[in-house]
């Protein structure tokens, strides 16, 4: 079975967050859109940088690695 990669579970993560906000904006308040906004700005910056903060929390968290570690096992 094919391990996740640490980008994989970045792109997982944002996009759970992006569903739960709209969940949370139609039933429970409409200033959650806040929280779309800071998922969105969190990735856009990180295409840049290359800074994410949730992958360096899952690395240390979960053991997850970067696709080229895995391509290289």
């Known amino acids: 079975m094919k391990k996740m ?8 993560f944002a996009g759970f967050m992006v569903l ?6 139609t039933f429970v308040h409409p200033a959650f859109i806040w929280l779309t906004v800071f998922v969105g700005a969190n990735l856009f910056q990180q295409s840049f940088t290359g800074f994410c903060p949730a992958a360096i929390v899952m690395q240390k968290l979960f053991g997850l690695k970067q696709e080229r570690q895995l391509a290289l096992e």
């Open 5 to 12: 990669s640490l980008e994989h579970a970045v792109e997982a």
């Open 20 to 25: 739960l906000s709209v969940v949370l904006i």
